[in-house]
């Protein structure tokens, strides 16, 4: 069955809004307009649309659970359903991609068709993502409208969150209690501490942290996710009776599961979360979560050269996921995926990410927060944070089909040679499979994937790759911002002569500077003070 939404650039249908879908409709008013040239009218009610058009409409249902979606065309014309403003949001954006043919690249990069004559003809579609909680913690996740075009929360302001982590500090505050009330906060060696964390199992510490939390829940009703979490150190309670509770699990995180356990209980309404984390990160023995707990572990430690599931190097990883879901239905995962300490240098994990997702998935991860780069840019960060949107929503997606659709809608006539250069970066990291660090660097590669020989041949690729789009400024800018990771470690491990690396610290300070490029390492190092100290070493 066909749909028609235009023929030479006259509307032949309307769009029938409701509140909950009001934001959606003009999403698709707005798209439909620029493909077609048209303007389309958005109605609040049926009577008032002309009998000639066709009506596309939103229907509010729970049948897709909170988080997916669904459309079809019937015999009552093009139909979104969902069960919220959000997922309506969603289903647009996903009909405009995959029927339409819209592209969503980066937050200020997309490809909208241009057609005058708009129809669409296919099968009926419905989608439940795996996870229902998906963030990627790239700058261009923090634009709100270009990560719901990726069906994924607004990076760094967590959407959807009361707390995030680290909340106890919130709930029993030390420069509010601890004067009057030591005995609310740990012993620790004896005497109680106004920087421990909260005494967890003294009776009016739970009150008053739960009675502050509905303060913070009154505030924020809209919010779906509250970490009820410990703060960022080891200073747990030891007293006798925490340390009972902590004994029998044999582990602490026997008393703060508890504590956690009866918050989720008093707010039943609520997803509460609370971390696998330092002093908690050994599961306890006989204490388990609550139906509406989640606990959120992380993978820091594990490699990205194999799949986290058959890495024996991610063995501790592998586990600690493994154990939460079979004794929680409801799992969170704060997970790595970039090299924090060389933000620009090649990271040859694409291939994993896919078999992560799914092992993710298969071990009832329901939240999911892929920590990528903070700063502005980095490698293949428009390629990478696309990829992990993807993957997310769609642990079994075709992976290799997406990365070659964007490179060529993204790089153009540079895509061949970028995606060779993936290729080869790739090949030559499965070859040798040495271990492949978040904190590693261009030495560990020095005799894999950065070879002198491999660098030179990058090089090459490269060179075509800019030839091919030189008519172009900002698609020759797209490529050399793909180029700057080979630029990086070429500096870095030294390679060629004193000219050539003269050469090779110009071209990436002046590309760095054209993209906005500010940081080489997380927190640390400049842009600008890594080209003075490369030129410093010449």
């Keep these: ?300 430690e594990a490699g990205r050269g194999l799949p986290i599931e058959i890495d024996p190097s991610c063995k501790e990883s592998k586990e600690e996921l493994e154990f939460w879901a079979n004794i929680s239905d409801h799992v969170s995962l704060w997970d790595y995926n970039i090299q924090f300490r060389n933000l620009v240098s090649p990271f040859p994990n694409l291939r994993t990410l896919a078999p992560n997702m799914q092992f993710f998935a298969k071990n009832k991860v329901k939240l999911l927060f892929s920590q990528c780069n903070r700063e502005i840019g980095g490698e293949f960060s428009e390629l990478r944070g696309y990829l992990l949107a993807k993957l997310a929503w769609d642990p079994y997606c075709n992976v290799e089909a997406h990365m070659e659709d964007f490179c060529k809608g993204y790089y153009k006539e540079a895509s061949p040679y970028i995606l060779e250069y993936i290729k080869c970066l790739h090949d030559a990291q499965d070859k040798f499979g040495k271990r492949l660090d978040i904190f590693g660097g261009p030495q560990d590669a020095k005799k894999t994937f950065l070879t002198q020989k491999l660098v030179q041949h990058y090089d090459k690729l490269f060179a075509m790759a800019k030839e091919a789009v030189s008519y172009d400024k900002e698609l020759l800018l797209r490529t050399e911002t793909a180029y700057l990771p080979v630029l990086y470690a070429a500096i870095v491990l030294q390679y060629g002569s004193r000219n050539k690396r003269l050469e090779r610290i110009n071209q990436f300070a002046r590309i760095a500077r054209a993209t906005g490029l500010k940081m080489v390492e997380e927190w640390k190092i400049t842009v600008d003070q890594f080209v003075t100290d490369a030129l410093a070493e010449l």
């Design 1 to 300: 069955m066909s749909f028609h939404f235009s023929s030479e650039g006259r509307p032949l249908c309307a769009i029938l809004s409701t509140t909950s879908a009001q934001e959606a409709a003009e999403i698709l008013q707005d798209y439909l307009s620029r493909i077609t040239g048209t303007f389309f009218d958005i109605y609040t009610g049926e009577g008032r649309i002309p009998s000639h058009l066709s009506i596309i409409r939103f229907i509010q249902t729970d049948a897709y659970s909170h988080t997916g979606f669904a459309y079809a065309i019937t015999e009552d014309g093009l139909c979104f359903s969902g069960a919220s403003s959000e997922t309506f949001v969603y289903a647009v954006y996903d009909f405009l991609e995959r029927i339409i043919g819209c592209r969503y690249y980066t937050s200020t990069a997309e490809y909208i068709p241009q057609n005058t004559n708009l129809s669409a003809d296919f099968e009926p579609y419905s989608f439940i993502p795996l996870i229902d909680y998906r963030e990627i913690y790239y700058k261009d996740f923090e634009d709100r409208v270009f990560a719901r075009k990726h069906k994924a929360a607004q990076s760094k302001v967590h959407e959807g969150w009361g707390f995030w982590c680290h909340s106890f500090q919130f709930l029993l505050p030390s420069k509010d209690y601890f004067e009057e009330h030591p005995e609310y906060f740990a012993l620790l060696n004896g005497k109680r501490h106004p920087a421990g964390e909260p005494c967890l199992s003294n009776p009016e510490v739970r009150r008053i942290m739960l009675e502050n939390l509905r303060k913070f829940i009154a505030e924020k009703p809209e919010c779906r996710y509250w970490s009820i979490s410990q703060n960022d150190d080891n200073n747990y309670c030891q007293c006798e009776a925490c340390k009972a509770i902590d004994d029998y699990d044999e582990s602490p995180m026997g008393s703060v599961l508890n504590f956690v356990n009866y918050i989720a209980d008093e707010v039943p309404d609520k997803v509460i979360s609370t971390l696998s984390y330092w002093y908690t990160r050994k599961p306890p023995k006989h204490t388990r979560p609550h139906s509406n707990v989640h606990i959120m572990t992380c993978n820091i």
